[in-house]
């Protein structure tokens, strides 16, 4: 695993926020991806809250699918509850199998409601039909106060325009799907996202990006990182990729990649964000226009990564 350079002291003002859509959220700039606490370790569970803490990180994602970040988070959200915006997904499309796992996930972050709660990996209209009694179910938890607000995630080439529907179908609140440069030298998914971007501005759905410092497939070279995909690892390439995610018109925050060993480079970048200019975006995603894309998913995961298991229910 790649060690990262250490922070210091935390930063004399907080990572910049922003507005999630109709959430109201005041969101911090980075959303703190529990994907990172996949193993277990509390340990570095322990450790990347703490940086979160001291660098003003104020929203949570994380999901069933993550191995064990659920238990692990629960200790340290608990005391500080009301300081967090704690966003919970599901991958299930039986109305039954979503309550059974919301009740799960609540009783594992050991809280009595989520402020937001997903319909996860819904990936293309097909998977979006296939989950449409999930998302009527996860609609109806919001009524009754088990979720604040309501939500779709997806990473994969079909997921902006499956989101795009989606937001279009049922009330959803907020959104999230991947930008990073190499995928914007893509025509039909740059149209597809630029199209969800000015949907979700004009229904003021809050946008969350996730991939923002991929790199690409690990292919056959040796996995030294968490992430399914290759994640850039140095300070540059890393600010790179957020300042590109970042400077896309409608955009929220972007969700920190599943390693923590990357998060305080990740918060260095964040802290220090500048917007890109169109020139610089586009020189940016130019640089990578050769590179391999590290979807469609099915031919570049070739380990067990928590974001994309889960059976078929």
Not at 130 to 148: F, K, M, V
Not at 292 to 301: K, M, Q, S, T
């Amino acid at each position: 695993m790649t060690v990262a350079k250490p922070l210091g002291d935390p930063i004399d003002k907080p990572l910049g926020r922003r507005r999630l859509g109709r959430t109201e959220h005041k969101s911090s700039l980075a959303v703190l991806g529990g994907a990172m606490f996949w193993q277990g370790d509390p340990a570095e569970t322990e450790e990347g809250f703490r940086l979160a803490a001291e660098h003003g990180i104020n929203h949570l994602d994380v999901a069933p699918q993550y191995g064990e970040a659920e238990v692990q988070c629960g200790p340290y959200l608990e005391p500080v509850r009301d300081d967090w915006f704690v966003a919970g997904k599901t991958m299930r499309a039986n109305p039954d199998g979503v309550r059974s796992q919301l009740a799960t996930t609540l009783e594992r972050l050991r809280t009595d409601h989520l402020d937001l709660y997903q319909a996860h990996a819904v990936t293309s209209l097909e998977e979006l039909d296939r989950r449409s009694p999930a998302l009527e179910a996860i609609c109806q938890a919001r009524d009754e106060g088990l979720t604040r607000f309501v939500g779709t995630t997806g990473h994969d080439l079909g997921t902006p325009k499956a989101q795009l529907e989606a937001i279009r179908r049922f009330d959803i609140d907020t959104v999230m799907f991947p930008i990073y440069p190499r995928l914007w030298c893509e025509p039909q998914y740059r149209a597809d996202a630029q199209e969800l971007l000015a949907e979700a501005q004009q229904r003021d759905v809050g946008v969350m990006i996730i991939k923002s410092v991929a790199h690409k497939p690990w292919g056959n070279d040796e996995k030294t990182e968490l992430p399914w995909y290759r994640p850039w690892t140095t300070p540059s390439m890393i600010e790179r990729g957020i300042r590109f995610a970042l400077s896309t018109p409608g955009v929220t925050a972007i969700c920190t990649p599943g390693d923590v060993s990357l998060l305080p480079m990740v918060i260095e970048a964040v802290a220090g964000f500048t917007p890109m200019t169109d020139i610089e975006r586009d020189e940016a995603a130019q640089s990578q226009a050769d590179a391999p894309l590290i979807f469609p998913l099915a031919e570049n995961v070739n380990n067990d990564p928590p974001e994309v298991v889960e059976p078929r229910v």
